[in-house]
């Protein structure tokens, strides 16, 4: 990228045409992570949104084989459960969970299995060079309660579609091409059978070596920017801006992402007056410590959380 | 419980549909044949995909874990019985 002359806004010339194209592939193939359209917002808020927990979290990966790894997870805590009333109702659960994974380059499966039954399950199978199909699954004991997601990812040369079926009749697609080697836009339509409701969104992308800007708009009524600044190699800050225009729900937040050589330290502070951090500290090769905690000063809901990881 | 008895229940108007159906297009007139039958097939077409996603619900909330160990159990290099089950 150091070589490459940032095109002008005007169309380039014919001549670098071929130069300018090139580059985009090979930028799209080279991003940090891969921009499928929905991961356009994801990848920037990886620093915002960690997995905070609240309660007792143990995790064990074992490595069988280079492809195959079991992970035994327990934890203990509350768990809060929605509810109509400003007030949040937390019960205490406590369950084991048992995980097998294998990744082949060509065919991924991923399971957590419960203790109360309830199983998660992923595959991505590379049906052809550029055809992949994902597959998720929530399948619990309940009736009604399962559900499934099925997309049909197609990679073209710079550009990506998708097709997505789930259950409850719910149909999609997207697309997102790169317009230029860091600005990629993409589009996005939906048909929810089952709620009888419809949506097209758009989405545009602006990402260079030391920031990533995206912004996205849905006709569900949602507006969400974000930008992420990598300060340096240690340090990236991210800020992130959502708006939904129907129901004029405002929120903002602004946090930090430091990695450091032994440890990662994401924080954030929100504008509904939550604050989150999120510490994953390496004690040793293979050993993790995990803490974490949210404090929503407007709820006054107070979530402390400890874990530790053993194995990769 | 609750659930199958309205599972029960529905499987019961969906046959009473069909034999009024099949009355109906017995008693109706010759051009009516047609569209009954395809009512009829989408019909038998939504019940077996239907009993299809909910057989093939069952299979994957069963079968799932143990196919994925299956595989990775047979893959190189060959992990062993043991290592499978000690928690070390």
Redesign the interface.
């Known amino acids: 990228m150091a070589t490459l002359v940032p095109p002008a806004t005007t169309a380039p010339p014919a001549a670098s045409k071929p130069t300018v194209i090139e580059p985009e592939k090979v930028d799209y193939l080279n991003l940090p992570c891969p921009i499928p359209y929905e991961e356009i917002h994801r990848e920037a808020l990886m620093s915002l949104k960690p997995e905070l927990f609240e309660g007792m979290r143990f995790d064990?990966t074992k490595v069988?084989?280079p492809?195959?790894v079991?992970s035994?997870s327990l934890f203990m805590g509350p768990t809060e459960i929605p509810s109509q009333s400003s007030e949040t109702i937390k019960i205490p659960t406590a369950h084991y969970e048992?995980g097998?994974?294998?990744l082949?380059p060509r065919l991924m499966?991923?399971?957590r299995?419960l203790t109360d039954g309830r199983?998660n399950?992923r595959v991505k199978v590379d049906l052809s060079e550029n055809l992949t199909l994902k597959a998720n699954?929530q399948?619990t004991?309940e009736?009604?309660m399962?559900q499934g997601m099925a997309n049909f990812d197609y990679k073209g040369k710079d550009y990506r579609s998708q097709f997505q079926l789930g259950s409850g009749a719910l149909f999609g697609a997207n697309y997102i091409q790169s317009v230029t080697p860091n600005l990629s836009l993409g589009g996005e339509v939906f048909w929810a059978g089952q709620h009888r409701k419809s949506g097209i969104g758009y989405a545009a992308r602006y990402n260079t070596d030391k920031m990533v800007a995206t912004g996205q708009v849905a006709s569900t009524g949602m507006v969400a920017l974000s930008y992420v600044h990598k300060v340096s190699e240690k340090v990236s800050l991210a800020s992130d801006f959502m708006y939904n225009y129907m129901s004029r729900d405002v929120t903002a937040s602004v946090g930090y992402d430091y990695i450091l050589r032994q440890c990662r330290l994401r924080g954030k502070i929100d504008s509904n007056g939550c604050t989150a951090a999120f510490l994953e500290e390496r004690l040793n090769m293979g050993l993790n410590f995990i803490l974490s905690a949210e404090i929503d000063h407007r709820k006054k809901d107070y979530k402390f959380g400890f874990g530790l990881t053993v194995g990769e | 419980m609750r659930i199958e008895k309205r599972e029960m229940a529905s499987k019961v108007l969906v046959k009473a549909k069909g034999k009024a159906g099949a009355k109906g297009s017995k008693g109706g007139s010759g051009g009516a044949n047609e569209s009954n039958r395809w009512t009829n097939t989408s019909k038998c077409v939504k019940d077996w995909s239907t009993w299809a996603i909910k057989k093939a619900k069952v299979v994957t909330h069963y079968g799932f874990i143990p196919l994925v160990i299956v595989i990775g159990m047979n893959s190189e290099p060959k992990p062993s019985i043991y290592q499978l089950l000690s928690p070390v």
């Open positions: 064990f069988l084989n492809r195959f079991l035994h048992f097998a994974n294998f082949d499966l991923f399971g299995l199983l399950a699954a399948l004991n009736p009604h399962s």
